[in-house]
């Protein structure tokens, strides 16, 4: 079964600054998902950034960068420049394989705490 | 503008008095997707569809209904409302595949008294 694992429940970024929420999953399939997404005070859940098991590139999304490591399973997302906006939950996910029902499957989440 | 909508926003109500959550999708997807979030609990999946007339039970089903009827519309329905139907509720739509990333909709915050 698949498992994502976030080990920073809170992280402090000063503005401007870049900061790096780590994650770490566990599967064995060969072929996989790995997502991010942000989940502000208001509590809706934004898609951020996606990274496929055989891209050869590390995932980039305007500021959002995914680190992979795939030989140590871990995909910590990297926020540049850090605004005040980006204060907000941020989880790691990946799919649980479509033919068993293709759901999302999150970490804990990491509360990401913007400094002026 | 793609985008998954829910509806109502928010929804204060009292035991055993029947709702339905809607949620549309413009994206043509195959796949939605109804989970709710709770405080250390996380998020769970309640029922899914892989697409029009195929629905599914996720992780936590007991006291919800689900119906796709159309491609774009999968309602979310509690029969009898109780109190730790009390969360944040969550559609989401999908293209069919493991790879692909869900949209979700705004978010429901339900209270049943």
């Known amino acids: 079964a698949q498992k994502i694992t976030q080990t920073q429940p809170g992280m402090f970024v000063q503005e401007k600054e870049a900061v790096t929420l780590d994650c770490t999953y566990d599967t064995s399939d060969q072929s996989y998902g790995l997502f991010w997404y942000k989940q502000p005070s208001s509590g809706e859940m934004i898609f951020l950034i996606y990274?496929?098991?055989?891209?050869?590139q590390n995932a980039t999304e305007g500021r959002y960068s995914l680190n992979f490591q795939k030989a140590r399973k871990s995909a910590n997302l990297v926020i540049s420049a850090s605004q005040l906006g980006d204060s907000a939950m941020y989880f790691c996910a990946m799919r649980e394989p479509y033919n068993q029902g293709g759901k999302l499957i999150f970490g804990q989440g990491t509360e990401l705490s913007v400094k002026p | 503008e793609a985008q998954v909508t829910q509806n109502p926003r928010y929804l204060i109500t009292v035991t055993g008095k029947k709702l339905t959550v809607t949620c549309s999708q413009n994206m043509n997807h195959e796949y939605m997707s109804w989970y709710r979030q709770d405080p250390g609990l996380g998020l769970r999946q309640i029922y899914y569809s892989m697409n029009v007339e195929v629905t599914d039970k996720g992780d936590v089903p007991e006291g919800y209904k689900v119906s796709r009827k159309e491609k774009r519309n999968f309602p979310l329905i509690l029969e009898s409302p109780s109190p730790n139907q009390t969360s944040l509720y969550f559609c989401?739509?999908?293209?069919?595949?493991?790879?692909?990333?869900?949209?979700f909709g705004p978010g429901t915050r339900l209270t049943v008294t």
């Open positions: 990274q496929g098991s055989y891209d050869e």
């Open positions: 989401a739509s999908s293209s069919s595949g493991t790879t692909y990333e869900q949209y």
